[in-house]
C-alpha cells in the first residue's frame, strides 16, 4: 500500500479577483521507503503541497490518503495522532524553543505522547547520539550553531519513530558542509527504511534524492526517478 496518494488536489487561496490557485490538479503517489524531492522555485506551490502531505492544512478539492486513510474525512483527534505519530517535521528556520536544551527540545514530542520521563529522556538522547550530539545535551539553541541547531531538529523530529520524514528546506540555511552532514543523516535514515521527503528550491539538494518531483505554478511538470 502507498504511504501517501494524493489524487487530483486543489488549493485554493482567496476569493474572486484575489483567488489564486496555490496547487492545480495535483496527483502523485508516494510509496514506503522512497526518497523523494519536491523541487520548486519559490511560489511554485511546494511548500502547500508539503503542509497537505503533513496533514496541517487541508485541499479544497481533491482526495488524499494517508496509510489508506481518506485525510479529508479523519477528526482533528485523529490527524493529531498522525502528525504527532507518523510524520516527523523538519523545518529551514530550526524551530527550536529558545528556553530548552537539545535533550529539552529532543524530548518535546514524546512529552505529547505521554511517554514518561525516564524514557523519553533515554530515546531524545539517543537520538542526538545519532546526530553526533551527544556531547551537547544541555547546551541551549544559542550555544550551538546553525548546522548543530539542525541536527537538533532532526533528532527532535525522528526521536518518536516516526515513517515518514517531511523537511522543508532542510539546508535553506547552511554551508555546504553543514548542508553535506545533513543530507548525510536524511539518507541514513531513509536506509533504515524511513520514508523521506524534501521540499526545496536547489537542484543540488534535488539531485541528491533517488526521485525528483518538479512543482511549477501549482502543477506536477515532471516525476523522475534515478
Known sequence: MPIMELKNICKIYGSG????????GVSLTV??????AVA????SGKSTLMSLMGCLDTQTSG??????????????KRLTEIRSKEIGFIFQSFDLIPGLTALENVELPLIYKGMPKNI?????????????????LYHFPSDMSGGQQQRVAIARAVAAD???????????NLDRQNSAEVMRILYDLNSRGKTVIIITHD??????????????DGRIISDTKL
Open 120 to 136: 523519553r529522556r533515554e530515546i531524545a538522547a539517543c537520538a542526538l547520539e545519532k546526530v553526533s550530539l551527544g556531547n551537547r
Open 40 to 43: 520548486g522555485a519559490s511560489g
Open 63 to 76: 482526495e488524499y490518503l494517508f496509510c489508506g486513510e481518506n485525510v479529508g474525512k479523519l477528526s482533528e
Open 31 to 36: 510509496g514506503q521507503g522512497e526518497f523523494t
Open 17 to 24: 479577483e484575489s483567488r489564486v490557485a496555490a496547487l492545480n
Open 203 to 216: 537542484e543540488s539538494i534535488a539531485a541528491c534524492a533517488a526521485r525528483t518531483v518538479r512543482i511549477s
Open 162 to 172: 516516526p515513517s515518514v520524514i517531511l523537511a522543508d528546506e532542510p539546508t535553506g
